[in-house]
């Protein structure tokens, strides 16, 4: 039982370089997130989907676009590396209903030169 | 829009004993859920306890209890018999209903002393 799935785990970027993280869940959920991790920031929302097809700006969304390819995946894009994106970056998934969980990834540390 | 507040960037316990860690949250919703969640330093987010808006009883799991008041806002973890595998970043976490977003605290980093 994967659950959420994203890779690469680490990556290092130049200014400018750009790179896309890949998301995976096997749980049938309808919501997907992309968040990232700043040291005294928690965690901050980039973008979601809240179904196939949808994607909705989060909390921090510049520099950064989203594709949800079908229902179990969910891809995150920089298209141009900046120093401030520097981050750990988590996917997530859930429900709308039920429990409210969300079950998180395992992290993608990005560090840009 | 939802705010979580956690104002103690650190704390530390003994082996065994007892810790609190506080959460505020502001909202104008009636209808929420609240979560502890854990982060080792393998990175992953592990729900430690979750709470409904609606239960006025606190949750419990195990040595993990929240002291919830609704009126206060306010979701409080508390860790009993703290053991050495408890040390860990933890966030509060708010959530509405539907597919929005799960809003965090910055965090409370926990240290557990032998």
């Known amino acids: 039982n994967a659950g959420v799935t994203q890779t690469p785990k680490f990556q290092v970027l130049k200014t400018g370089q750009s790179m896309t993280l890949q998301c995976a869940q096997d749980?049938?959920?309808?919501?997907m997130y992309w968040y990232r991790q700043d040291p005294g920031m928690g965690l901050r929302l980039i973008y979601y989907?809240?179904?196939?097809?949808?994607?909705d700006k989060g909390e921090v969304p510049n520099g950064y676009n989203v594709s949800r390819l079908n229902k179990r995946e969910f891809s995150l894009r920089l298209e141009s590396a900046a120093p401030s994106q520097t981050s750990v970056y988590f996917c997530?998934?859930?429900?709308?209903?039920?429990?409210?969980?969300?079950?998180f990834g395992e992290g993608s540390r990005l560090t840009v030169l | 829009a939802q705010t979580v507040t956690q104002s103690q960037p650190e704390m530390s316990v003994q082996e065994a004993e007892t810790v609190t860690l506080s959460c505020t949250y502001d909202?104008?919703?009636?209808?929420?859920?609240l979560f502890w969640y854990k982060q080792p330093p393998s990175r992953q987010m592990i729900l430690v306890i979750r709470?409904?808006?609606?239960?006025?009883q606190n949750a419990t799991e195990n040595r993990f209890s929240v002291n919830f008041q609704k009126a206060a806002k306010s979701f409080s973890l508390k860790i009993s018999d703290s053991q050495l595998g408890d040390a860990a970043m933890y966030f509060c976490?708010?959530?509405?209903?539907?597919?929005?977003?799960?809003?965090f605290g910055a965090g409370t980093r926990l240290t557990v002393k032998p």
């Open positions: 909202t104008s919703e009636s209808d929420y859920y």
């Open positions: 997530a998934s859930g429900d709308g209903r039920g429990s409210g969980e969300l079950f």
């Open positions: 749980m049938n959920h309808n919501s």
């Open positions: 709470q409904e808006a609606y239960k006025q």
């Open positions: 976490a708010y959530r509405s209903p539907g597919v929005r977003d799960m809003r």
């Open positions: 989907s809240a179904s196939e097809g949808t994607t």
